[in-house]
């Protein structure tokens, strides 16, 4: 069984390839190559993409991150040209910036629309060719799910925060509607010789009560991949009691830094100064008096050479998220 996890990240851990580098776009970018899937494989139909087919394409593409995090400005472009608002987006525009520049996959075509008679049946994210020849589609998904169930381990109890989405609705969708759009009929009429192979791309974090008066102890849903990136959550009213047990500082993560564990560095100009962006738990409560939905946050403590490293994160949801998150998911 496992329980909520604990806030503060394992300092034993292995180093991830992302660890290393120092530019928070690049460190993004190498979270999602790098980064464990939410999901287990899901045969037949729900195929797990594979971004590298050899040991030595993945040790290309960490030596190629590692240039890149010295000369990110290419990559920094290509970002602000996409004026991206949205998560998904972001994700997509950094998939598709590794898939031109980067040393595995070759990109083919990006978000490739299927119509009928003038109606779109649906987009095809990304086609991929390897370098042995195989034609792949992936689809790609950034989710932040929030475990609402009262001790329960089904998919369907893993909820959006703001309960517009739901994991089992998700991979659904993906595999009765999205993953199939390749092998359609009309798909051979856009030009792209085939066959392509389906693949989910599926990354992000699921987070779970961080006192165990909402879920208790649980084990994963049998679809659900052990080693997927994991946060808590936490009611307003628990949040002093919950933060208290932290020695950490405290910041609101917006929505295009839910990517990446955050680190800032002490000499990075751009970022704003530790004294207007970190703040005690006491602070950041009063700062989310007017948040009517949940806030993701993160704790960091700042090291020896004055960089500020993410220790875990979290959402602070109000007080009736829980039941009506429970609500949510029996729909």
Known sequence: MNAAPGPVADAA?????????????????????FSPDLLR????????????????????????????????????????????????????????WFLQHGPAARLVAANVALRRAGVTLGECD??????????????????????????????ADYVGPNLQDRFDLKLSHLLDHQLPLSAREEFATLGHRG???????????????????ETGALQDAPQID????????????????????????????????????????ASDASEPSPETVFVDAATLLNQLERQTGPTMVASFVCDEAG?????????????????????????
């Open 41 to 96: 494989a899901q045969p037949p139909a729900g195929v797990l993409a594979r971004l590298f087919e050899t040991p030595a394409e993945e040790a290309a593409t960490i030596a190629w991150l590692h240039a890149l995090d010295a000369s990110p400005d290419g990559l920094h472009r290509h970002i602000a040209a996409s004026r991206i608002t949205r998560l998904g987006r972001y994700a997509e525009c950094l998939l598709g």
């Open 226 to 265: 052990p080693a997927h990136a994991r946060g808590w959550w936490t009611t307003r009213p628990d949040w002093p009691a919950f933060s208290a047990t932290q020695a950490a500082t405290w910041k609101v993560l917006p929505r295009l830094e839910w990517l990446a564990p955050r680190r800032y560095e």
């Open 307 to 331: 960089r500020w490293i993410e220790q875990s994160r979290g959402f602070i949801v109000p007080d009736d998220w829980p039941r009506r998150g429970q609500a949510f998911a029996r729909q």
């Open 126 to 155: 990304f086609l991929v060719e390897t370098a042995s020849g195989r034609r792949l589609h992936w689809e790609l998904a950034v989710k932040c799910y929030l475990h609402a169930g009262a001790g329960r381990a089904q998919l």
């Open 13 to 33: 851990a292995p180093l991830a390839p992302f660890d290393l580098l120092r530019d928070a776009v690049v460190r993004d970018l190498a979270w999602l190559l």
């Open 195 to 213: 066959p392509w192979e389906p693949a989910m791309f599926l990354k992000g974090w699921l987070f779970y009560g961080a006192t165990g008066s």
